[in-house]
């Protein structure tokens, strides 16, 4: 059983884990897909750290959260993004990514899914594990899955700004 969230990003699972699921009509240019996300650096997104599991590039990034309608009201936290080795998909491309922080990390959801990327949209599809257990669980689903849809927008816009 699983509770539909607000806006239908997010989607909090009996076992803990949450759906994420955030997309941004925008226009991508996919013939900048291979050199943007298959390069070994990405100086667009932070500085390289390591090699993950199934050849996953890492980078040291701050992740960012607008908390109020003002820029100054921004949350920031330095996390570990990384990405996998894209591959056409439908229409467009898809990436793997994954996201967790770089300090005091459970206290912060740990990321894994996908970016879907066409020449009209990028979407982040993926699942998240709220911090705290069951009481992290009951959290997301009254407060923090807003947070969590808010930094998979700030990377959706990111994403664009690269690919516009």
Request: glycine share 14%; with cysteine; hydrophobic share 45%.
């Given at each position: 059983?699983?509770?539909?969230?607000?806006?239908?990003?997010?989607?909090?699972?009996?076992?803990?884990?949450?759906?994420?699921?955030?997309?941004?009509?925008?226009?991508?240019?996919?013939?900048?897909?291979?050199?943007?996300?298959?390069?070994?650096?990405?100086?667009?997104?932070?500085?390289?750290?390591?090699?993950?599991?199934?050849?996953?590039?890492?980078?040291?990034?701050?992740?960012?959260?607008?908390?109020?309608?003002?820029?100054?009201?921004?949350?920031?936290k330095a996390a570990i993004v990384g990405l996998g080795?894209?591959?056409?998909?439908?229409?467009?491309?898809?990436?793997?990514?994954?996201?967790?922080?770089?300090?005091?990390?459970?206290?912060?959801?740990?990321?894994?899914?996908?970016?879907?990327?066409?020449?009209?949209?990028?979407?982040?599809?993926?699942?998240?594990?709220?911090?705290?257990?069951?009481?992290?669980?009951?959290?997301?689903?009254?407060?923090?899955?807003?947070?969590?849809?808010?930094?998979?927008?700030?990377?959706?816009?990111?994403?664009?700004?690269?690919?516009?």
């Amino acid at each position: 059983m699983a509770t539909r969230g607000a806006l239908g990003g997010s989607e909090t699972e009996l076992g803990g884990s949450a759906r994420l699921n955030v997309s941004l009509g925008t226009t991508v240019r996919l013939d900048r897909v291979m050199t943007t996300f298959g390069a070994e650096e990405a100086p667009w997104l932070g500085e390289r750290v390591a090699v993950g599991p199934n050849g996953m590039r890492r980078f040291s990034c701050d992740l960012e959260l607008l908390v109020g309608p003002e820029t100054r009201s921004l949350f920031r936290k330095a996390a570990i993004v990384g990405l996998g080795t894209p591959r056409e998909g439908g229409d467009g491309w898809i990436v793997p990514v994954e996201w967790f922080a770089a300090s005091l990390a459970p206290l912060f959801p740990v990321f894994v899914g996908e970016l879907r990327l066409d020449s009209d949209r990028v979407e982040l599809r993926g699942n998240y594990l709220p911090p705290g257990g069951v009481i992290g669980s009951v959290l997301d689903r009254a407060l923090l899955s807003r947070a969590a849809r808010g930094t998979g927008r700030w990377f959706l816009r990111k994403i664009a700004s690269v690919l516009g």
